[in-house]
């Protein structure tokens, strides 16, 4: 079993900056794809951002230039840098992670999701 846990959600004006963390812990042997999603009231779960193995990303064309997604391999952890917030950022935040228990093993695991709310 793997547990993700996010972590730095809260409250920021337009304009404002937050950094969001999530940590996998438990059987875990590696870990391949991470990234991000979010959902806003009444809409789909979008990808946000996404980082492989081998450090490629990947981000909505929304967030473009304003969110960087980075991870810590030595750490198992994955974060989001959200820069230039807007109105329209505001979403629960969710930590996804790829990640193998064995060597033979693989399973796709998500985080219990944090608030974002961006507001003046």
């Known amino acids: 079993q793997v547990q993700l846990v996010e972590s730095g959600g809260g409250l920021v004006q337009p304009g404002g900056s937050l950094r969001l963390s999530c940590a996998a812990s438990?059987?875990?042997?590696?870990?391949?794809?991470m990234g991000w999603y979010r959902q806003a009231p009444g809409k789909q779960r979008e990808l946000v951002a996404a980082i492989t193995s081998g450090g490629s990303t990947n981000y909505a064309d929304s967030v473009k230039g304003r969110f960087t997604i980075s991870r810590d391999n030595a750490k198992n952890t994955v974060s989001l840098q959200m820069n230039t917030l807007k109105p329209e950022d505001t979403a629960v935040y969710y930590c996804?992670?790829?990640?193998?228990?064995?060597?033979?093993?693989?399973?796709?695991?998500w985080g219990q999701g944090t608030q974002v709310t961006v507001s003046s």
């Open positions: 438990g059987s875990i042997f590696s870990i391949n794809d």
């Open positions: 996804n992670a790829h990640v193998s228990t064995t060597w033979r093993r693989r399973g796709e695991y």
